[in-house]
C-alpha cells in the first residue's frame, strides 16, 4: 500500500489510486473466466456470447492501445522522463522508490532520465554553491559502472562524479540516460516483445473461435429437438 501512494505521488494522475486498477483488472479477468467456465459447463449460450464478445472487446482495445503508443510514442516518451525526473526529485525521500530507480539504472546501465545531470534536480545531488551535501554534485551508486571483481557494492563511488570532465565520467559511471536506453533496449527485444503479444492475441482469438463453435454446436443440436 505505501508503495502504490508513493507512486501515486510522482505521477499526473490527479491523486488516482493504483489499487482501483487492480481491482478493476481482477473484476474483469473474474468476471470473464466466470461466464466462459460456466457456460461451456452449462452449455448456456448467453454466457458463450458474452465470453467471445467480451474478449472481443479487450482484443480490440489491446490492438488500438498498441496503435495509439506507437502513434504517440513521443508522448510516452515525455511521461517517461517526467516519472524519472519525479522519481529523481524524491529518490531520498522514500526507500521503495529509492530501490526502484536504483534497480532501474543497474539493470538498463543508465543514470537519470537523458543524463547523469538530471541529477541535479535532487536536493542532495545538485551541483549549486549552496548545497552542503556531501553527495553534491554526484549520483547514486547505482549509476557506477561495475567492477566484476567486486564483491561489495561501493555506496560512495558516485562521489563528485559528475565534477570530473565528460570524458572522464564515462570511465565512472553511466552517462546515457534511461529513456534512450530503454528505447535501445526495446529494439534489441523487439522480436521476443512483438511474439509475446502476438502470442497473447492468438490466444484471445482461439478463446473467440472455441466459443463461437460450441455456440453453434449448442445451437445446431437444439435445433434439431
Known amino acids: 500500500q505505501g508503495v502504490l501512494s508513493n507512486i501515486s505521488s510522482i505521477t499526473d494522475l490527479g491523486g488516482f489510486d493504483p489499487v482501483w486498477l487492480f481491482l478493476v483488472v481482477g473484476g474483469v479477468m473474474f468476471i470473464l473466466g466466470f461466464a466462459g467456465c460456466i457456460g461451456a459447463l452449462r452449455e448456456n449460450t448467453f454466457l458463450l456470447k ?6 472481443g472487446i479487450i482484443f480490440f482495445l489491446e ?50 532520465a537523458f543524463g547523469a545531470d538530471d ?22 551508486f547505482s549509476c557506477c559502472t561495475k ?22 565520467q564515462q570511465a565512472v559511471i553511466y552517462t546515457k540516460g534511461c529513456v534512450p536506453q530503454f528505447e535501445k533496449w526495446l529494439q534489441d527485444n ?18 473467440i473461435c472455441l ?12 435445433a434439431s429437438w
Open 50 to 55: 458474452f465470453f467471445s464478445v467480451f474478449l
Open 63 to 112: 490492438l488500438t492501445a498498441g496503435v495509439l503508443a506507437f502513434v504517440f510514442k513521443d508522448w510516452i516518451k515525455d511521461q517517461l522522463y517526467f516519472f524519472i525526473n519525479n522519481n529523481i526529485r524524491a529518490y531520498r525521500d522514500d526507500i521503495d522508490l529509492q530501490n526502484l530507480i536504483d534497480f532501474t539504472q543497474e539493470y538498463w546501465q543508465c543514470c537519470g
Open 119 to 140: 541529477w541535479n534536480l535532487n536536493i542532495y545531488f545538485n551541483c549549486t554553491d549552496s548545497n552542503a551535501s556531501r553527495e553534491r554534485c554526484g549520483v547514486p
Open 147 to 168: 567492477d566484476p571483481a567486486e564483491d561489495v557494492i561501493n555506496t560512495q563511488c558516485g562521489y563528485d562524479a559528475r565534477q570530473k570532465p565528460e570524458v572522464d
Open 190 to 207: 523487439l522480436t521476443i516483445v512483438a511474439g509475446i503479444f502476438i502470442g497473447i492475441a492468438l490466444l484471445q482469438i482461439f478463446g
Open 211 to 222: 466459443a463461437q463453435n460450441l455456440v453453434s454446436d449448442i445451437e445446431a443440436v437444439r
